[in-house]
């Protein structure tokens, strides 16, 4: 799960690959708190991008 601070509440999360691709789908939208689903993609390395208006956020995770 992903929480968000106050003032992300329409937020876009992206799940990123080390390829720079956009993964879909890619959250379940639920006000502040969000979940992201990676049971589907293989072991690897990716990035979550936590755009907000015109502020983007970007988070490294490793899936074993």
């Known amino acids: ?3 968000l601070p106050a003032g992300y509440e329409n937020a876009r999360i992206f799940v990123v690959n080390t ?3 956009r993964i879909v789908p890619v959250a379940q939208l639920s006000g502040l708190v969000r979940t992201v689903n990676l049971h589907q993609l293989p072991a690897s390395t990716y990035w979550l991008q ?3 208006g015109t ?3 970007s988070f490294k995770v ?3």
């Open 1 to 3: 799960k992903v929480i």
């Open 62 to 64: 490793v899936k074993h």
């Open 50 to 52: 936590v755009l907000n």
């Open 55 to 57: 502020e983007v956020k």
């Open 19 to 21: 390829w720079g691709q």
